[in-house]
Structures are given as structure tokens and as C-alpha cells.
């Protein structure tokens, strides 16, 4: 028996950095753990410091990193995160 691979989301936050200028959006990336190609998760615009990630399929980790974009354009990217999700 197979079951179908189901979408599902994980829900990041982090703490916001203090920035000048002002924070005006974050960019969360993802892959599948260790593959070499990141995928920019569309959220839209938020200085909001949390998203839901969706789109996701079972039984897969996910590495995550994200970054602070300023008016003079994206900075460093936090260290790397993994999670799995559920089967």
C-alpha cells in the first residue's frame, strides 16, 4: 500500500535583528537537507520576524536560513536550521 505524498507546512520565527535603516521584509530560503539548490520562499512582503512555509512533502528535513532586507538590500544569512517534517 502507498500512501500520497501530502503537503505540509513548518512554521519558522526568529528573533529580528535591530537594523538602520529599518527592516523593510525578511528572505527565508529552503531545500531539501543538503542539496545544493535553495528555493526562495514567496511570503509577499513582511518585517514580520516569523513565516509558515508551505508546500512541503512528508517525511522530508528541510534546512532553512534566513536574512534581513534593509533599503541598501539583503544581509547575511543566519546559520543554517533543520527540521523534519512529520510521516
Given at each position: 500500500c502507498k500512501f500520497p505524498l501530502v503537503p505540509l507546512k513548518m512554521v519558522l520565527s526568529w528573533p529580528a535583528p535591530s537594523a538602520t535603516p529599518?527592516?523593510?521584509?525578511?528572505?527565508?530560503k529552503f531545500r531539501i537537507e543538503n542539496a545544493s539548490d535553495w528555493t526562495t520562499f514567496n511570503d509577499g512582503v513582511s518585517t514580520t520576524a516569523s513565516v509558515t512555509v508551505?508546500?512541503?512533502t512528508t517525511g522530508e528535513t528541510y534546512d532553512f536560513k534566513?536574512?534581513?532586507?534593509?533599503s541598501d538590500g539583503t544581509g547575511t544569512y543566519s546559520s543554517v536550521v533543520s527540521?523534519?517534517?512529520?510521516?
Open positions: 529599518s527592516i523593510t521584509d525578511y528572505t527565508i508551505t508546500g512541503l534566513v536574512a534581513a532586507v534593509i527540521s523534519r517534517t512529520s510521516d
